[in-house]
């Protein structure tokens, strides 16, 4: 669905070396993202690489803007995928030059206290400026909501897909999963590295990242 303006104002569209990728805001000078969207096969992109956009939900706006300065990249030291078949520990930050002044299209997600868990069949938001479901790359920012899916049901999909000859990643203690039996909804290529959130009281926070789409 298309989301309103205003609406997921931690969003950060990411242009990586020509490509389209996924981000949020977590922190004034802070992005986190994939860590797959900052690597080629063994070795990290050059900061130089990637332009950040943050602000609007029409991607025409953003990108006919200045692009935020990047001061450094900071991949997770666990992640290692030169074969993008194993996801675990796909998450990095990318640092800013300068302070993001908050607003209400500029704001920071709210970030889930330390073992945070939360009840399966939860609906959270997945958001991104990723491919459309007619596979033409999306002009606006859209988003889909999806429940929490256990890990048993989840691993028990990925041994369908295997058992039917489809290449799957491993599913770690590291990730947890979100869907429909039917599918249908998902986030797409372009949206790897935004965010997966839940309502929490007031407020929205983050639970996770998509990564690996």
Not at 3 to 10: I, R, T
Not at 30 to 59: C, E, H, P, Y
Not at 196 to 205: D, P
């Amino acid at each position: 669905m298309l989301a309103p303006k205003g609406s997921f104002p931690w969003q950060v569209l990411l242009n990586v070396d020509g490509g389209r990728a996924g981000g949020m805001v977590i922190d004034h000078k802070w992005i986190l993202t994939a860590a797959s969207n900052l690597m080629r096969g063994d070795n990290q992109i050059l900061k130089s690489q990637v332009k950040v956009f943050v602000g609007d939900n029409n991607v025409r706006n953003l990108t006919q803007s200045t692009p935020l300065e990047v001061a450094s990249l900071h991949i997770h030291p666990g992640y290692n995928n030169p074969n993008y078949l194993s996801y675990d520990n796909d998450i990095a930050l990318i640092k800013l030059q300068k302070s993001l002044q908050f607003s209400s299209n500029i704001m920071r997600v709210c970030l889930p206290v330390k073992g945070a868990e939360y009840t399966i069949g939860r609906v959270g938001w997945v958001s991104g400026f990723g491919i459309r479901d007619d596979d033409i790359i999306s002009k606006d920012l859209r988003f889909v909501r999806v429940p929490l899916v256990s890990q048993l049901t989840c691993r028990r999909s990925i041994d369908e897909e295997r058992a039917n000859r489809v290449i799957a990643p491993d599913l770690t203690d590291n990730m947890f999963c979100a869907g429909l039996p039917e599918g249908g909804k998902d986030a797409c290529h372009g949206d790897g590295g935004s965010p997966y959130v839940l309502k929490y009281g007031e407020f929205t926070g983050l639970q996770g990242s998509t990564a690996g789409v």
